[in-house]
């Protein structure tokens, strides 16, 4: 197990394909907590099912190695709202969140303080203008009108994947509605960052204070 290290003013994101050959899973799976492996039996799809073993067995896989343990020792609890955490006997200083949509994942990790990131594949719908009356600011709806065409798609999931990462930094779940901000005013007290984490993928990282750097890493089975 290859250590990481993380320095108090970095954010680390890691890029993860989830579509990986079936005889690197096994080690994943026994990373996995009790829970994690009920909830991976649910899916109705091998491949759903395999990507979820991937994503999360990667973030254990990354987690031990920041912390200097075995994956298969981590514990994990979930805040008011279902966030996971590590859990108290881990100092409280490492802070993570995962995202992942269609075959890729993507993995922030940064030390004290609350972490968020969204990460979606980029695809042309029609509906995504609807989609953004329900869910933008009148603000945000504006800005993606005025978009050029062939960059539409591309600035609604660059502003989707903003707002979900904030809302997942803050830990809040649905408690906070994504109408009832815009991202361009979040950037006096939080640090949003629009990411490229693979061809054809846009991802946004979120974190609750300003001077840190990003670190950016392509993980690989």
């Known amino acids: 197990m290859n250590p990481l290290n993380l320095a108090a003013d970095e ?52 987690l031990g190695r920041y912390l200097g ?41 940064a030390a004290n303080s609350d972490v968020g990131v969204d990460v979606e594949r980029i695809r042309a719908d029609a509906e995504l203008g609807d989609i953004a009356q329900i869910f933008f600011s009148p603000s945000e709806v504006r800005q993606l009108n005025e978009a050029p065409g062939h960059l539409r798609s591309e600035s609604f999931f660059k502003c989707w994947t903003q707002k979900e990462a904030y ?23 939080w640090s949003l960052r629009t990411l490229q984490p693979a061809p054809g993928y846009v991802g946004a990282v979120a974190i609750g204070r300003k001077g840190w750097r990003l670190k950016q890493w392509y993980w690989r089975s």
């Open 11 to 62: 954010v680390h994101t890691w890029s993860v394909p989830l579509d990986v050959p079936h005889d690197g899973i096994a080690d994943l799976v026994a990373t996995l907590t009790p829970e994690e492996r009920i909830r991976s039996a649910r899916f109705q799809f091998d491949r759903d099912r395999w990507r979820y073993v991937v994503a999360h067995g990667v973030l254990h896989d990354l």
């Open 69 to 109: 343990i075995h994956p298969g020792l981590l514990g994990f609890v979930v805040n008011e709202f279902g966030r996971p955490e590590l859990g108290r006997e881990f100092g409280g200083r490492l802070k993570f969140n995962l995202s992942h949509s269609a075959d890729l994942a993507l993995i922030a990790v």
């Open 167 to 189: 809302v997942k930094a803050r830990g809040e779940g649905f408690e906070i509605p994504l109408t009832s901000f815009s991202v361009s005013d979040l950037h006096d007290e």
